[in-house]
């Protein structure tokens, strides 16, 4: 299995409260990424990172801000919470995006809710 | 933007039986990849497909990728309760999208022993 870890894995929080949840890998992939997955809409990318301080939006980013200051870990901050938010979210990583090749492996995902 | 429809949405079967799992798009995707999901876990990648007409075996699943690489199937023979869990399709763009997959929303899988 991929060296994949997310903290916490559950959290409970109040609504315009901030929440950071952690990503760690010991893989030394160079690209991560956060997902959320909810019923009827599937994975959708919210922020991905190519290296250590280089990251950019995916589709549904509002609300969203995140940083990789190491490569080992991705951080995804919730700024001020909202109950759209509650929410699994996944953390990927892939080693390389080679015309022909994103294999993503993911962490085991971090239960949020927003009352 | 790049869609995914994935069919059927759920699939209840008993063991024993034959089913198949499909992926389509009207995008043209550079590689398309299977996952397994099961309750409480992360998705874990099954197989990537990459050329036109592609098959790929995986012990009873056996991966297609269409000629024109807009679309995808899973067939499973002679499931098992331990097959049990949802199947994503996910295809990866191409040029500066190769960056990203595109998720299907998945097909819920229940094999009844």
């Known amino acids: 299995d991929a060296g994949i870890t997310q903290s916490p894995r559950h959290k409970v929080t109040e609504t315009g409260t901030p929440v950071t949840l952690r990503c760690h890998q010991t893989?030394?992939?160079?690209?991560m990424y956060w997902y959320r997955q909810d019923p009827g809409h599937g994975l959708r990318l919210i922020h991905y990172?190519?290296?250590?301080?280089?990251?950019d939006k995916g589709e549904v980013s509002d609300g969203y801000s995140v940083s990789r200051s190491k490569t080992e870990d991705f951080l995804l901050t919730l700024e001020s919470a909202t109950s759209s938010q509650t929410s699994v979210y996944f953390c990927?990583?892939?080693?390389?995006?080679?015309?022909?090749?994103?294999?993503?492996?993911f962490g085991p995902g971090t239960r949020l809710t927003v009352l | 933007t790049q869609l995914l429809e994935q069919s059927p949405q759920f699939l209840s079967i008993q063991e024993g039986e034959n089913l198949t799992v499909y992926c389509n798009s009207s995008?043209?995707?550079?590689?398309l990849q299977w996952y397994r999901q099961e309750p409480g876990e992360g998705p874990v990648l099954l197989v990537t497909?990459?050329?036109?007409?592609e098959v790929k075996k995986l012990k009873r699943l056996t991966f297609q990728f269409g000629d024109a690489r807009k679309d995808s199937s899973l067939h499973i023979t002679a499931a098992q309760p331990g097959d049990t869990g949802l199947y994503l399709c996910?295809?990866?763009?191409?040029?500066?999208?190769?960056?990203?997959?595109?998720f299907g929303k998945g097909t819920l899988l229940t094999v009844n022993p």
């Open positions: 996910a295809g990866q763009g191409s040029g500066g999208s190769n960056y990203k997959l595109t």
């Open positions: 893989e030394n992939h160079r690209y």
């Open positions: 990172s190519y290296g250590v301080k280089d990251t």
């Open positions: 497909v990459v050329t036109g007409g």
């Open positions: 995008s043209v995707f550079s590689s």
């Open positions: 990927a990583i892939s080693a390389r995006l080679a015309e022909t090749y994103n294999e993503q492996f």
